[in-house]
């Protein structure tokens, strides 16, 4: 019979419990919900459905900062420069209605259901 020492024994535990926790972690994982792209001075799509709990993430795509403001003001991002993102968790049911503040005639709508 042959036996590990302890560090060998330790090393081939927390190997293998690496191995396993991996699948599972990534599982656990929330799939990416909707991506509002801001490009010529428009949000595209200009209207999105999505349930309860989902999370939207716009990004900005122009040289120009650009904002995402509920008419509600529910939600009010800072000014997102080229390639940055905000991003909003849709928790309640309902329409929203969503522009740019510094760029007011930009919409779209977020039907939650």
């Known amino acids: 019979m042959t036996f590990l020492k302890p560090s060998t024994l330790a090393a081939a535990l927390i190997l293998s ?9 990534a599982c656990a994982q929330t799939p990416a919900g909707p991506l509002v792209t801001i490009r010529n001075f428009m949000f595209s799509p200009m209207s999105t459905t999505i349930k309860a709990g989902t999370t939207v ?9 650009h904002t995402v403001v509920n008419d509600a003001g529910i ?7 080229q390639d940055e993102t905000y991003s909003f968790r849709f928790d309640k049911p309902g329409v929203y209605k969503v522009f740019c503040g510094i760029h007011p005639y930009m919409k ?3 039907t939650v259901e």
Do not use: C, M, Q, R
């Open 75 to 81: 939600f009010h991002s800072k000014a997102l420069d």
């Open 57 to 65: 993430t716009w990004k900005n795509l122009d040289a120009e900062p």
């Open 17 to 25: 419990a690496a191995a396993v926790g991996t699948p599972l972690a």
């Open 108 to 110: 779209e709508t977020i």
